[in-house]
């Protein structure tokens, strides 16, 4: 197993991360896993095997059931694991029981303290933007437990470029804990990360931790043209996280995904999880499963090493177009570009 440094920090983190939206299958949740304990505790013994170090979680994934049971299955052996979880989503049916209010930021981390079992949170995410609550405010609240050794780092999820970066400004200029990553979609399904937020974490020094990176199973190789899903599949319009807008596309990147599989005689999904992590700024892939055998297979992906033939044949049918003004700045700004900028400009120049 690779390990990469988490940003600008020092933390070192393995190539793969397991995560556990599966675990608990409460509420809407249950559409996506109902791991429980026993099969919880084989898999991430699967994992800490293979040489993961880190665990994701998050408060709101089955009501905070998911990180009920990772505290249960790390118990006794939380030195040897990294937890990460996240904050900002509902919990309650309170108006302050979301958000990134310091009040909702300090009790969240309680709440997921108590749920863990544990005395600290290695990475603190703030799950989703909050467009009310002042920035500061709630970087003070992360400033606060992590003096109170109750958090070590901070990261981002889902946030837009500007948002990304004035949550980084407003941490650096108030001297408050700067974030160290940020975790976001990012999957041959879909680059649309490429535009603004890796060109932001290559200039920002974040760390990058890819959730959904088989696109929600759309890259596994199971949805095919001219090939019927497995029993109980979706069907692609039935996606809505992440959306399918070009169905065409989907089947051409799985066609070339299976092909390059079958030339090193491994699946679709570890061609297509080996390629996202050698993308610029990627730090770890979030890998979750419904079964061991699929852990295992995503676990295998961490040792696939492609060509650049390989690559430059994913690039060229999942390529994303150049919005403005990035088709302007390939034009005309290619004598001054950054390594940030070349991220996406490079290939078009």
Known sequence: MEYRALGRSGLMVSVLTMGTMTFGGKGGFAAVGATDVPEARRQVDQCLDAGVNLIDTADVYSDGESERIVGEVIKGRR???????????????????????????????????????????????????DGVTPLQETFEALD?????????????????????????GTAILHGLPRPVSQQIYYSLQARDAEYELIPAAVDQHLGVLVWSPLA???????????HQPPAGSRHLSDWDEPPVYDQEKLYDTVEVLVEIGA???????????????????????VIGARTS?????????????????????LDDVSAVNLLYPYWHQAKTARDRLSPADLTLLGPHL
């Open 263 to 285: 030339g090193h005689g491994v699946s679709a999904a570890q061609v297509a999880l080996a390629y996202i992590l050698g993308r610029p700024a990627v730090t770890s892939l």
């Open 216 to 226: 929600g199973g759309l890259m596994s190789g199971k949805y095919r043209r001219g």
């Open 144 to 168: 606060l437990l992590v003096r109170a050794g109750k958090v070590r780092y901070v990261g981002l999820s889902n946030y837009a470029g500007w948002q990304l970066m004035k949550a980084v």
């Open 293 to 313: 055998e699929q852990l295992a297979d995503n676990l295998a992906a961490a040792d696939l090493v492609l060509s650049d033939e390989e690559r430059r044949r």
């Open 79 to 129: 030195d040897d694991v990294l937890v990460a979880t996240k904050v900002r989503m509902p919990m309650g049916p309170g108006p302050n029981d979301a958000g990134l209010s310091r009040q909702h930021v300090i009790a969240g981390c309680e709440a997921s303290l108590r749920r863990l079992g544990t005395d600290h949170i290695d990475l603190y995410q703030l799950h989703e933007w």
